[in-house]
Every structure is written in structure tokens, then in C-alpha cells.
């Protein structure tokens, strides 16, 4: 599969219009449903490679904007969403420079 090409597994005839946010692969148990000694075999099952891991993310991707930015209404959902996201990140990569910030002097 070429970078911008439809997955292998789609098909015009059987799937109708093209939507980016579904999966057109065999399709499998859902995570929350399996069984605790089944999740080994779940992963084994996994397409690993970074094409599939790409794509996982774009679908993942037009999940959300199909449900939270593309709606005729939209909400702050997803600025807050951004937001909080944003914040997450940013605190994440800066922890190491201010952890050594604390004050301790409130006992």
C-alpha cells in the first residue's frame, strides 16, 4: 500500500463510500471484551509495522473530528479538548526543569 492509496481490504462494491474513520480489516474481539488470558493472543494478532500504527492514528483522528469538530453543531468539546491536551504535553516535556522548583518551606 502506497502512501494515500484506500487500504487493501476495501472494496467500492461491498463498503459503499470511502470513510477514513473505519476499519476495513477481518474484523476482531474488541479490547474491552476479552478475557484477561486472552490478551496475549490479542496483541499476537496485532499488525505491528508503522504503515498499520499510522493508520490506527489517522483513524483515530477522523473518529474525532468526525464526532467532536465536523458536527453541524460544535461545542467547546474540542477547544477544551485541545486545551487541556496542550497542557498535558507541555507539562510532561518541561517536568524534568521544574521539578527542582518545589518550595518547601510550608510544613
Known amino acids: 500500500m502506497a ?9 467500492p462494491a461491498v463498503h459503499g463510500p470511502y470513510d477514513p ?3 476495513y480489516g477481518k474484523p476482531d474481539t474488541p ?6 488470558n486472552e490478551i496475549g493472543a490479542w496483541f499476537g494478532r496485532r499488525n505491528k ?3 498499520a500504527l499510522m493508520g490506527a492514528c489517522s483513524r483515530a483522528w477522523w ?3 468526525h464526532k467532536y469538530v465536523q458536527p453541524k453543531r460544535v461545542g467547546m468539546a ?4 485541545l486545551l487541556v491536551g496542550s497542557m498535558t504535553f ?3 516535556i ?14
Not at 479490547?31 to 484477561?36: A, N, P, T, V
Not at 518541561?94 to 510544613?107: A, E, F, I, P, S
Open 90 to 92: 507541555f507539562y510532561v
Open 31 to 36: 479490547f474491552g471484551q476479552l478475557k484477561l
Open 21 to 23: 474513520a473505519r476499519y
Open 3 to 11: 502512501f494515500g492509496d484506500y487500504p487493501k481490504e476495501y472494496n
Open 63 to 65: 473518529r474525532w473530528q
Open 78 to 81: 474540542p477547544f477544551f479538548q
Open 49 to 51: 509495522t508503522p504503515s
Open 94 to 107: 518541561n517536568y524534568g526543569k521544574m521539578k527542582h522548583h518545589r518550595n518547601y518551606k510550608y510544613h
